[in-house]
């Protein structure tokens, strides 16, 4: 693309509505956890100090940075071939968020607790780590020369996570008063099910967007391994004929293999994290790293308690979903 168009043009770009939908489904699980957990636990007579407690499990989202290198290497058995590696990635962590919608439908806070936010920090991580391969997968869209689109990318995919938090947060709330209203006293638990369909949903517009080739990236992946693995002196030692060598041969297949085990470490996890402190300095990338760590906590707890406040100021759910979710600007 033309790097001279005019601003707002860049926005017509068809890679746009793909980037949209990348921030939508990333902003999409803050709703499950963030405003139908405490509505959830709230309504069913739960003290301030027990909801405060349960958002603790926000904090995953300040540390996720530390697994993506792993999110980055691993391939989903099956689904990377079919569907591309950050696709599979995404899909499958989708699929453990909605079986633990179903597994909610079925508890009483009051009752099992323990499970229930269990199964909160359960999505808590599917969603913090489906943010790290929604980043890579939005990223790639685009080609890193191309400035303008990377820039209007960047504001789209805001604009996306806040729809997916939004809007998603409204209609869930407006369900979960008219099934309350209705005289459903499992409200809660049924609007999760209407929940598990929008997650359907997004994953099956998913597979409409496209995703580049992994191949050099792998091929980049490997070369660093067999790298450590040659500084750790890996060998291949072919079969002999004899018992000796046999045995030989054995042993040295067991060191080889704990040796491509260190390498795949070492490569995966190790080298990106030292090359990233190579790049940008012990003292810079430490203050990176507290930047981001203190930036996510706040973002991670902030306003969690403002849902409850509403309720005991005598709100309805369809009050919080116009005035907090559709009309204001906080959670």
Same mark, same amino acid.
């Given at each position: 693309?033309?790097?001279? %168009?005019?601003?707002?043009?860049?926005?017509?770009?068809?890679?746009?509505?793909?980037?949209?939908?990348?921030?939508?489904?990333?902003?999409?699980?803050?709703?499950?956890?963030?405003?139908?957990?405490?509505?959830?636990?709230?309504?069913?007579?739960?003290?301030?100090?027990?909801?405060?407690?349960?958002?603790?499990?926000?904090?995953?989202?300040?540390? /996720?940075?530390?697994?993506?290198?792993?999110?980055?290497?691993?391939?989903?058995?099956?689904?990377?071939?079919?569907?591309?590696?950050?696709?599979?990635?995404?899909?499958?962590?989708?699929?453990?968020?909605?079986?633990?919608?179903?597994?909610?439908?079925?508890?009483?806070?009051?009752?099992?607790?323990?499970?229930?936010?269990?199964?909160?920090?359960?999505?808590?991580?599917?969603?913090?780590?489906?943010?790290?391969?929604?980043?890579?997968?939005?990223?790639?869209?685009?080609?890193?020369?191309?400035?303008?689109?990377?820039?209007?990318?960047?504001?789209?995919?805001?604009?996306?996570?806040?729809?997916?938090?939004?809007?998603?947060?409204?209609?869930?709330?407006?369900?979960?008063?008219?099934?309350?209203?209705?005289?459903?006293?499992?409200?809660?638990?049924?609007?999760?099910?209407?929940?598990?369909?929008?997650?359907?949903?997004?994953?099956?517009?998913?597979?409409?967007?496209?995703?580049?080739?992994?191949?050099?990236?792998?091929?980049?992946? /490997?070369?660093?391994?067999?790298?450590?693995?040659?500084?750790?002196?890996?060998?291949?030692?072919?079969?002999?004929?004899?018992?000796?060598?046999?045995?030989?041969?054995?042993?040295?297949?067991?060191?080889?293999?704990?040796?491509?085990?260190?390498?795949?470490?070492?490569?995966?996890?190790?080298?990106?994290?030292?090359?990233?402190?190579?790049?940008?300095?012990?003292?810079?990338?430490?203050?990176?790293?507290?930047?981001?760590?203190?930036? %996510?906590?706040?973002?991670?707890?902030?306003? %969690?308690?403002?849902?409850?406040?509403?309720?005991?100021?005598?709100?309805?759910?369809?009050?919080?979903?116009?005035?907090?979710?559709?009309?204001?600007?906080?959670?």
């Amino acid at each position: 693309m033309n790097q001279d %168009k005019p601003s707002l043009a860049v926005y017509a770009d068809r890679r746009m509505p793909r980037i949209l939908l990348l921030g939508i489904i990333s902003g999409f699980p803050w709703i499950i956890i963030g405003t139908a957990l405490t509505l959830w636990l709230k309504e069913d007579g739960l003290s301030r100090s027990t909801i405060g407690f349960a958002s603790l499990i926000f904090g995953v989202y300040a540390i /996720n940075f530390w697994w993506a290198p792993l999110v980055d290497r691993i391939r989903i058995p099956f689904l990377t071939r079919d569907m591309g590696h950050r696709k599979s990635w995404i899909f499958l962590l989708q699929a453990i968020m909605l079986f633990c919608l179903l597994i909610w439908t079925q508890l009483d806070p009051t009752k099992s607790l323990g499970l229930v936010v269990g199964i909160g920090l359960v999505i808590a991580i599917c969603s913090a780590t489906q943010d790290i391969t929604i980043d890579a997968l939005r990223i790639e869209q685009i080609a890193p020369e191309d400035k303008a689109s990377v820039a209007a990318g960047a504001a789209v995919a805001v604009v996306g996570w806040w729809t997916g938090y939004k809007l998603g947060g409204a209609i869930m709330l407006f369900v979960a008063d008219a099934l309350e209203a209705a005289g459903y006293t499992n409200y809660w638990q049924i609007t999760f099910l209407v929940l598990g369909f929008l997650i359907v949903l997004m994953n099956w517009i998913l597979l409409f967007v496209p995703e580049v080739s992994d191949a050099i990236r792998r091929q980049a992946q /490997n070369v660093a391994q067999q790298r450590v693995e040659k500084a750790l002196g890996a060998n291949t030692i072919e079969t002999g004929s004899d018992g000796q060598n046999a045995s030989l041969t054995q042993h040295s297949q067991g060191k080889d293999f704990f040796v491509r085990a260190i390498a795949w470490i070492g490569s995966t996890y190790v080298g990106p994290i030292l090359s990233f402190f190579k790049k940008n300095g012990w003292q810079i990338g430490i203050a990176i790293l507290a930047f981001v760590f203190l930036f %996510k906590i706040g973002e991670a707890f902030m306003g %969690k308690m403002s849902l409850v406040f509403y309720k005991e100021l005598g709100f309805s759910k369809s009050d919080i979903a116009i005035f907090s979710k559709s009309l204001g600007a906080t959670s």
